[in-house]
């Protein structure tokens, strides 16, 4: 690879009391010579482990649904440098990057290719990522004629504002070899061979087939004046590529 534990606060509740209704002694010598040695003197001590509270750390959250059916998917297990996550019922997983570095997460499900996102840990962020499923794959590639090849990858590329609105215009160029390069394009097909994203439809350039490797990515948008970088920060100019596997890369320029 080129160069997340939620808190959970326990309330002890302890209820006592000696309650006697004592109305019918009338003994006054009578004391009390209960003592209740028991004196609470349990510290707290457990030490604040919590990755969300390391300052060396920064969360990484996803929200991952099938791209197919926009059904949230459960179970694809996230790993990162130093921390887990699998996504719940909801599709919802977080986890934690070392701060101020690149990072490669890998999400896996035994239904969908094995996913990879790359960025830069700079701040806290997150992803809502469309997962293509094996048979997805198949289907799409049959519809545009396409053959995936298991020892390529497949890369996305997703260019968006600050506003988190599509960078229509936007063309990415790479150096390493692939076979064809997508864009969404509101056909009945879905997409189109091309690499500079059209106007009204979803951001994304899609390089299919790619040779596996680290990738050059160059982000050329309509407007000169915007500056690209990851989702959480960095410049976004790299890539990976690893065989039967999609890479996914989120961009903000602006």
Known sequence: MRSM???????????????????TNTTTTESDTD????????ADTDADTDADTDPNRVTVDFAVVDLLTGQPVEGMAFTSDGDSDTSD????ASLTTP????????????DY????????????????????SRG?????????GLSIDPAKG?????????????????????????DVALVPDGSAAGFAPGQTTIAGQSAWVIFVNVDPGNMDVDIVTADTALTCRFA????????????????NMAVVCE
């Open 35 to 42: 003592t209740d040695a028991d004196a609470d003197t349990d």
């Open 99 to 110: 701060l101020d570095a690149d990072f490669e997460i890998v999400g896996t499900q035994a």
């Open 89 to 92: 019922g909801g599709g919802i």
């Open 113 to 132: 290719y094995p996913h990879i996102w790359v960025g830069y840990g700079g701040m806290d962020h997150g992803y809502e990522t469309n997962l293509i």
């Open 232 to 247: 959480g920060g960095g410049t976004a100019d790299w890539a990976v590529s690893e065989a039967d596997s999609v890479t």
């Open 5 to 23: 534990i939620p808190l959970f606060a326990c309330l002890a509740l302890a209820c006592g009391g000696d309650d006697k209704d004592d109305t």
């Open 136 to 144: 997805g794959g198949y289907a799409i590639g049959l519809q545009l």
């Open 154 to 178: 497949v890369v996305v590329v997703t260019v968006e504002d600050a506003a988190g609105n599509p960078l229509d215009g936007t063309t990415v160029n790479t150096t390493s070899g692939f």
